[in-house]
């Protein structure tokens, strides 16, 4: 079974033309760190506002226009849904575009596009999510749907980290799920500064120090390919089968829907079969080509 | 139809005379998916203004084509790049144009030393991609209406006669000498599970790779090779979106800020041969190969896809690491 068989909501598609964008509009900026922002914006079109679905773990491709587009995943959950959520990191020419941009700016938003988690296969299970840096942004999605339906799950841990204080993307959410007595909130950085006074400890060590069951659970793995690389074999140790691992893929892309042809993993395409996908999919690729 | 400029033989506008390029013409250099998927071809205009950003959509290409003499090889490229561009999300540019299109094949009397298309269920004369299919016989064709749209050609003709007998003996006999002057073969039974067993094998890889200059003209000139990139083009407050032709084999293809899953250049060359004879066909059952010869006649340091195919080395236990 591959992972987009086991998420059955029904799909928004776009009608029409594919490759035009929807204009949205930013209503609000957040600074997470130094160099990444999120971004909350709006359809410029009201109808497309009230019928627009996405599920967590989808991408969309985010453009400026006149200076090019990308994709980035949505960070925002789909039961709240009153505006979407892009958390971006200034890498490149569109991404510092985009982080001049303020509120009343706008952007051309085409999608949502790719798999989703699956969560008919996570409900009654005890979920683990392990993040790094900017990583979390599709965690989040999934871990205040996940929140926001909170009976229909086991014990959720969440184990986060980033290469410095500094780095810790969405302060505010890890404050809320830190205070919510039903999540077990791990914290960690990779160098602390004079001001950190919580853990200190690469993202994989931290994991198999908390060490969380896998019996009768999934763990959600995302993060810097580095870290995800160092992150399936800790799992394994813990008794989590390559069906109990979940990640989600980031590769170069331009169109979205499976035919520019860059982001492929073997024949598998990271936009039109993923993002996500559980660790029995891409065991085999996961050292030549991930 | 073919046209030669400069000794160079591609696809031009007929000038509505004589068809003397059935003389000379063996095959264009760039494939007929040009036609469809244009090296450069804008999709949507913008413009910008104090309200904000206004889309166009640029005036849909209702031009029917008519394309004469096309080879069957490059006819079955077509039928392989419709899989890509009908599935799942339907691509308008594309498919809007390849509606509008006749496909008048030419079988080949002529195959070149680097054809080998008898070797991917195709043949020199394979009538099974075009609507109507052309033989020649000598001093005439023999026509034959493969879809609706080859038999509405034929009924609004004047010039074709029915025929006789002798002209069909004479067809099936040019149809069997073409087909044998395809003499170079390659082996593709098990070809896909070839290709994973030796996915690991780097010495390998590097060793095909070593001469490979990356130009990219392989993937450019080949008829099945669909990868496009998509850019912005913004002149004070107007602009287009527009894609054009890309490449496996530049690094820049899938370049990522911090990480590119193929910077080295045998991955790249990998990549290319794994997709067309490995995953095109998981995806899609077929070979995403026509065997037109053009990524060995153009290549200019000699590669050659069917040596590399005929090398493959023997399958060997695949290690797992991570």
């Known amino acids: ?290 | 139809m073919p046209s030669r400029d400069e000794g160079v033989t591609n696809w031009a506008r007929w000038d509505n005379e004589g068809a003397s390029f059935l003389d000379w013409y063996r095959n264009t250099v760039v494939p007929p998916k040009a036609i469809f998927l244009p090296p450069m071809e804008a999709m949507f205009g913008f413009q910008k203004d104090k309200e904000g950003y206004h889309l166009e959509l640029l005036a849909s290409d209702e031009q029917k084509w008519l394309i004469f003499g096309i080879r069957p090889c490059d006819a079955k490229a077509l039928a392989i790049l419709d899989m890509t561009f009908n599935d799942a999300y339907e691509d308008p540019y594309y498919l809007a144009k390849r509606k509008q299109g006749v496909l008048v094949g030419l079988g080949c009397t002529r195959p070149y030393d680097s054809c080998f298309c008898t070797s991917l269920d195709s043949s020199p004369t394979d009538a099974t991609n075009v609507d109507l299919m052309l033989t020649d016989i000598g001093d005439k064709f023999l026509m034959e209406a493969i879809t609706d749209k080859g038999r509405e050609l034929i009924a609004r003709t004047n010039l074709a006669q029915a025929a006789t007998k002798a002209d069909e003996a004479r067809a099936k006999k040019a149809k069997q000498v073409a087909n044998s002057k395809v003499t170079r073969k390659i082996d593709t039974r098990g070809i896909g599970e070839k290709l994973l067993s030796c996915f690991d094998n780097k010495d390998y890889w590097e060793k095909i790779a070593a001469k490979c200059i990356s130009c990219g003209i392989c993937t450019f000139l080949c008829p099945t090779c669909y990868c496009f990139d998509i850019n912005d083009e913004l002149v004070k407050n107007q602009g287009e979106r527009f894609r054009s032709w890309d490449s496996c084999a530049f690094p820049i293809y899938t370049k990522m800020p911090v990480e590119n899953p193929r910077q080295e250049k045998w991955r790249r060359l990998r990549q290319k041969v794994c997709h067309k004879y490995e995953f095109y066909p998981l995806n899609f059952e077929v070979i995403a190969c026509i065997g037109c010869g053009r990524c060995i006649r153009q290549c200019p340091v000699n590669w050659d896809i069917t040596q590399i195919l005929d090398n493959l080395p023997q399958a060997q236990l695949k290690l797992e690491k991570c």
């Open chain 1, 1 to 290: 079974m591959t992972v987009s068989d086991i998420s059955h909501r029904p799909r928004f598609l776009a009608q029409g033309n594919v490759y035009l964008p929807h204009l949205a509009v930013i209503d609000k900026t957040i600074d997470e760190t130094y160099d990444t922002r999120t971004f909350h914006f709006n359809f410029k079109d009201e109808q497309l506002r009230e019928e627009f679905t996405f599920d967590s773990g989808q991408f969309c491709l985010l453009s400026i226009l006149g200076v090019g587009e990308a994709p980035f995943c949505i960070s925002s959950s789909p039961t709240r849904q009153d505006h979407l959520e892009c958390s971006i990191r200034q890498v490149g020419k569109l991404t510092r575009a985009l982080h001049r941009l303020g509120e009343g700016a706008e952007i051309g938003f085409r999608g949502p596009y790719g798999n989703s988690f699956p969560l008919n296969f996570l409900k009654g299970k005890n979920l683990v999510f392990v993040g790094g840096g900017i990583g979390l942004a599709p965690l989040r999605s999934l871990i205040w749907n996940v929140i926001d339906n909170r009976d229909s799950y086991g014990n959720i841990a969440i184990i986060y980290g980033a290469r410095s204080p500094a780095d810790l993307c969405f302060r505010y959410d890890l404050e809320a799920w830190d205070k919510d007595k039903t999540v077990n909130m791990v914290t960690t950085v990779d160098k602390g500064d004079d001001g950190w006074t919580g853990r200190v400890g690469l993202v994989p060590a931290v994991l198999e120090q908390v060490a969380p069951s896998a019996k009768n659970s999934v763990a959600i793995v995302c993060g810097p390919p580095i870290m995800i690389r160092f992150t399936f074999p800790v799992l394994e140790r813990l008794g989590f089968t390559p069906e109990q691992m979940l990640t989600t893929l980031e590769k170069r892309m331009k169109c979205g829907i499976g035919k520019c042809g860059r982001c492929n993993i073997g024949n598998i395409y990271v936009c039109r079969d993923g993002p996500v996908f559980s660790y029995a999919q891409i065991k085999g690729f996961i050292s030549s080509e991930y």
